[in-house]
């Protein structure tokens, strides 16, 4: 087993308190810590006390959470679930850019022992052990393509950042996952309106998405300086987000009153490019650059009145009086934290997994979804970042069945295992209170995948006809609607390959 850090017996009993609220049902009731008076040296003390009290459950209602209690016990019935087959001890082999996440090398907290669990469960049920090749994606890319022209043998499982997938399959480097046996894509721990993305029509899905690579860090999110809100005269944002109210039109004018009220402050800063900014809210919106029709082949989709219209209002995101840190054309995201962490931002758009940055900050803090495009909108979406991992299979692996088998079981046995230990992270040392927790559980609700994300790396048509032309027309340089005439037929010529 991976080495364990000590931990002080004072942790150890913190640990143990805060174990047994996780147990309570539903975030909702979950009282952590207002660290808004505290000062970063204070923190990391850990010697703060609890503030928040009264109000964060006055602003909390019950809901039905996503958090659970037992994700162990129910990975461990998931996997009852699937078919297993005996391995007889012969090893599966990974190569991917975050190796860590299979086989942890120690246990360093809650979520690499989350992640070793899930290892030994999926290692002793299928009579395996999971062994890992490190590498970026251009080392990755290499090596398999070397092996494939050779006809050796290289991985069973490739799992690459998700925007690097089309180029790998562009390269005719993996296979089909529809044609693995013992792989059921309709099971619970694949997530339908993901594959139905990266599936471009039928029988042509190139990666699996789910449990195990939908990770809660990997979703964008909007944080929000909470002294700055409540001087904006929004109200109670968390209030919006339970009552569905948390929308584009909330947020920008939040940021026009909070850079309007103190010089020197920006309404929105973004720990994002301009484009996946773009990506970002476009999908926040709802809407799909492609979307399958009824025989369940994707299509160009950005064509509509209401694409055309969210692009309006995205633009809406880089107007002067809204003082966003940076342009259409350039944002410094590695000033973007800085500015929040400091007080000199309202809000900041980034993967829930910068929060560990902000655990430190004096100024008082809380997470949101990203908002709707208008109330009307039937929830919140949540782009999924570029870094998630694909989970494919190599084009020459002659030994499908095992590949099936381990995919089921693998992503059977990460059900809410890992996200679970994200909260516990938060609550034990990140989040202040739980509305944010309850946030979380939205944005997980709605994750985010399109099909311009994992194939435009591969497909120079998927890069400039969809992505480019969605930035394009945020910059203003046509409207969406002459894009889409100028590029749908390309693009689904290009998707009727696939089938």
């Not at 143990?16 to 008076?37: F, N, T």
């Not at 000062?39 to 039905?64: F, H, M, Q, R, V």
């Not at 001087?231 to 948390?246: F, H, P, V």
């Not at 758009?349 to 009307?376: I, S």
Request: aromatic share 12%; charged share 20%; net charge negative.
């Amino acid at each position: 087993m991976p080495k364990k850090l000590m931990r002080s017996a004072s942790a150890l009993v913190l640990f143990a308190l805060l174990l047994s609220a996780a147990v309570l049902p539903g975030c909702g009731i979950i009282i952590i810590r207002d660290g808004s008076e505290t000062t970063a040296s204070d923190n990391l003390s850990e010697s703060a006390g609890t503030t928040a009290g009264t109000a964060a459950a006055d602003t909390t209602k019950p809901y039905a959470a996503i958090t659970t209690a037992d994700a162990k016990e129910k990975a461990k019935s998931a996997l009852d679930k699937v078919f297993i087959r005996d391995f007889g001890g012969i090893s599966i082999f990974i190569a991917s850019t975050s190796p860590e996440n299979f086989a942890p090398s120690e246990v360093i907290n809650d979520v690499t022992e989350a992640r070793y669990f899930r290892q030994k469960l999926v290692e002793d049920k299928l009579n395996t052990t999971i062994l890992t090749i490190g590498g970026t994606p251009d080392q990755i890319f290499e090596d398999l393509r070397a092996a494939e022209k050779a006809g050796t043998y290289y991985a069973d499982i490739i799992a690459v950042p998700m925007r690097d997938l089309g180029r790998f399959v562009a390269a005719g480097l993996l296979l089909r996952v529809n044609s693995l046996p013992f792989l059921d894509l309709g099971a619970d721990w694949f997530n339908q309106e993901c594959m139905a993305q990266v599936t471009a029509g039928y029988r042509s899905a190139y990666t699996v998405v789910g449990d195990a690579n939908l990770e809660p860090g990997k979703l964008y999110s909007a944080l929000f300086n909470k002294e700055l809100a409540a001087a904006a005269g929004e109200g109670d944002l968390y209030r919006l987000a339970y009552s569905g109210g948390w929308t584009w039109e909330r947020m920008l004018a939040a940021a026009r009153a909070a850079a309007s009220s103190a010089d020197g402050t920006y309404g929105v800063a973004s720990a994002a490019d301009p484009r996946t900014l773009v990506s970002a809210l476009y999908a926040a919106s709802g809407e799909k650059l492609f979307s399958p029709g009824s025989d369940g082949a994707l299509s160009a989709a950005f064509g509509t009145e209401r694409a055309g219209a969210v692009v309006e209002k995205i633009k809406e995101f880089f107007a002067p009086d809204v003082m966003l840190l940076g342009s259409v054309e350039h944002i410094p995201v590695s000033d973007a934290p800085i500015a929040f962490y400091e007080g000199g931002a309202a809000f900041l758009v980034a993967p829930l997994e910068t929060l560990e940055w902000f655990k430190n900050m004096k100024k008082n803090w809380g997470v949101l979804p990203l908002p709707k495009f208008d109330e009307a909108q039937s929830k919140y979406y949540s782009y999924v970042d570029g870094s998630a991992l694909s989970f494919s299979t190599p084009a020459g692996n002659e030994n499908i069945e095992a590949a099936g088998v381990f995919m089921s079981a693998f992503f059977a046995a990460s059900g809410d295992t890992i996200a679970d230990a994200f909260y516990t992270h938060l609550i034990k040392y990140v989040i202040r209170e739980s509305d944010s927790l309850n946030m979380i559980d939205l944005i997980r609700g709605g994750a985010s995948l399109g099909f311009e994300d994992a194939f435009a790396s591969g497909y120079q048509i998927v890069e400039q006809g969809a992505l480019g032309s969605l930035y394009n027309a945020v910059r203003g340089r046509a409207s969406l609607g002459y894009y889409f005439n100028n590029y749908s037929y390309q693009l689904d010529s290009l998707i009727r390959k696939f089938i």
